[in-house]
């Protein structure tokens, strides 16, 4: 579904990226794992388009996206929850989630909108509780469920994730991790970025290991689980 | 002489009602692009001067009937707006907040040089947009061409909350105000958004010379000084804040006439920056700014 070959990335003279290779297949959470500064959100926003690559292909559903907008991507159908959240805070949480709506708002009937909306308050009632609020007046935990609630919105055909257990609680973490698991059992397949490397491990098919700008492995989830470089350098065992 | 007095007040406050408004439209532009860009535009007094002018000179000059020549003016200023963006912000490689403002004071600088080239030294006038005796009210009289100018002011601030407060659209535009990059994740095209800010600033600021174009004399460099105090407005109300510019120009143009009127005219000028510097030190986020910011 998603493949990226040999992704370079020039930022400012550092290279950021050296030729990543990367797979997402359908019905698959894959996640990135790596240390501060390895390049996951620079990977992340290279294929969102917001930074352009200097070489390599990213291929998605059979076509070429690397050059192309972030707004052409969106409408292809990859959408991101960037890292840090980034709701709008001066907007009402129904219109953060509107917001996401954005790219096919004019071609969507209202009901099929209201439905999604609906379907993003299953999953995150506390968001339903508070639709009119100022987003800015959520907690961080709420704020990160509004953002993958407004990635939803936009009807990803592949959803991405930077990040979203950053400066969280262990316990809404694992709400975060289980709505991902519900997503995915939708039929989302999800790239996930994390830090944490356990708990993206653990709902995850597939994972990378990122260092310096390159992949310095990658195998199965639970495969990685169990391996002991990963265990002694990124789950503190 | 008790009603000489209330009739002298009753002018004052007219009068300052119909300079606090085009400030009030000066500030509304400046805001309106401010929003969306973070760029403080010192040459908002400049889109005032070319709507009089422009107006001036497709109605005088050109023999168009005043509808038609205030359409286009508008839209004409609009454009200018537009290649203001074009030309001179968007081709910035680092935009940092001191090279913004000093090149939008460059072209404030450049635009009257154009217009001077234009139009030359001498002031122009326009003849009120319909023709009817002055008004009457508590023994005061004033030129209708005051209604229009409150009327614009009305207008275009309750357009302005409309568009930003209840349409998609106008909250798409918030959200790239707020946070271009996730504006962009969205797939909102944040730069079209800037060519809209640019021209919407543009069209407001130039409506704002065509109001008070038959009430007083424009000439090449009659913008700044309204430039200027309409900036001033923006501050007083808030920065980014649309209640905020229409307040903070009622405000300022109130306390500028009365105090021209009851204190002495010494004051006209320097009440707009005395106001200034107080609500800097007292309340620097102006007196309407919202708080969820």
Same mark, same amino acid.
């Given at each position: ?93 129904q219109?953060?989630l509107m917001?996401g709506t954005?790219?096919h708002h004019?071609?969507s009937t209202k009901q099929s909108i209201a439905d999604d909306l609906n379907r993003v308050f299953d ?5 339903k509780?508070?639709r ?14 509004? &953002?993958?609630g407004?990635?939803i919105m936009?009807r ?55 260092? &310096? ?25 | ?19 606090? *408004? ?71 490689? /680092? ?70 407060? /209840?349409?998609f ?14 504006? *962009? ?82 004051? /006209? ?19 309407? /700014?919202?708080?969820?910011?």
């Amino acid at each position: 579904m998603l493949t990226i070959e040999n992704l370079n990335v020039d930022y400012g003279g550092i290279q950021a990226l050296k030729g990543i290779s990367l797979k997402v297949n359908e019905n698959e959470i894959v996640s990135v794992l790596g240390a501060n500064g390895a390049g996951k959100s620079t990977l992340l926003m290279s294929i969102s388009g917001i930074v352009t690559a200097s070489q390599g292909s990213i291929v998605f559903d059979g076509q070429e996206i690397s050059g192309k907008s972030s707004s052409q991507i969106v409408r292809i159908g990859i959408s991101q929850v960037p890292e840090g959240r980034e709701v709008f805070k001066g907007l009402s949480i129904q219109d953060n989630l509107m917001m996401g709506t954005y790219h096919h708002h004019s071609k969507s009937t209202k009901q099929s909108i209201a439905d999604d909306l609906n379907r993003v308050f299953d999953y995150f009632p506390r968001l339903k509780e508070r639709r009119t609020q100022f987003a800015g007046t959520l907690s961080g935990g709420e704020q990160q469920m509004l &953002a993958i609630g407004r990635g939803i919105m936009a009807r990803p055909k592949l959803l991405m994730l930077d990040e979203p257990s950053l400066g969280l609680a262990p316990l809404i973490i694992e709400d975060i991790f289980m709505i991902l698991l519900a997503l995915h059992k939708e039929n989302i397949p999800i790239l996930l970025i994390e830090q944490n490397a356990k708990a993206a491990l653990r709902i995850a098919t597939r994972g990378y290991v990122m260092e &310096a700008g390159r992949i310095i492995m990658e195998g199965k989830a639970s495969d990685l689980l169990e391996d002991k470089h990963i265990v002694s350098a990124y789950l503190g065992g | 002489m008790e009603n000489y007095q209330l009739s002298l007040a009753v002018q004052f406050i007219f009068a300052g009602l119909t300079s606090g *408004s085009i400030y009030a439209l000066v500030a509304l532009g400046f805001n309106m692009i401010y929003n969306v860009t973070r760029v403080v535009n010192l040459a908002q007094g400049e889109f005032l001067m070319l709507g009089a002018m422009t107006m001036i000179s497709l109605h005088a000059g050109l023999k168009l009937p005043m509808p038609v020549a205030l359409v286009l003016s508008t839209i004409i200023v609009g454009c200018i707006g537009v290649v203001f963006d074009r030309f001179i912000i968007r081709p910035l490689k /680092k935009p940092t907040l001191l090279l913004l403002i000093l090149l939008t004071l460059g072209a404030s600088t450049f635009l009257k040089g154009v217009a001077l080239l234009i139009w030359g030294k001498s002031p122009y006038s326009a003849p009120t947009f319909v023709e009817m005796k002055s008004i009457s009210f508590l023994g005061a009289s004033f030129s209708p061409q005051i209604l229009w100018v409150i009327g614009t002011v009305v207008v275009t601030s309750c357009s302005l909350w409309f568009f930003f407060e /209840k349409t998609f659209i106008g909250k798409a535009m918030r959200a790239c105000a707020e946070n271009p990059r996730a504006a *962009s994740l969205m797939g909102i095209d944040v730069k079209n958004f800037v060519t809209i800010s640019f021209f919407l600033g543009g069209a407001i600021g130039g409506l704002g010379g065509m109001m008070i174009a038959p009430i007083s004399f424009m000439v090449y460099d009659g913008g700044t000084m309204m430039g200027l105090k309409g900036f001033a407005a923006a501050v007083l109300g808030g920065v980014g804040s649309y209640p905020g510019a229409v307040i903070g120009g009622i405000v300022l143009g109130l306390l500028e006439n009365l105090a021209t009127g009851y204190i002495s005219s010494f004051f /006209k000028d320097t009440i707009a920056f005395l106001a200034l510097l107080l609500i800097l030190f007292i309340k620097p986020s102006g007196l309407m /700014k919202r708080t969820e910011d």
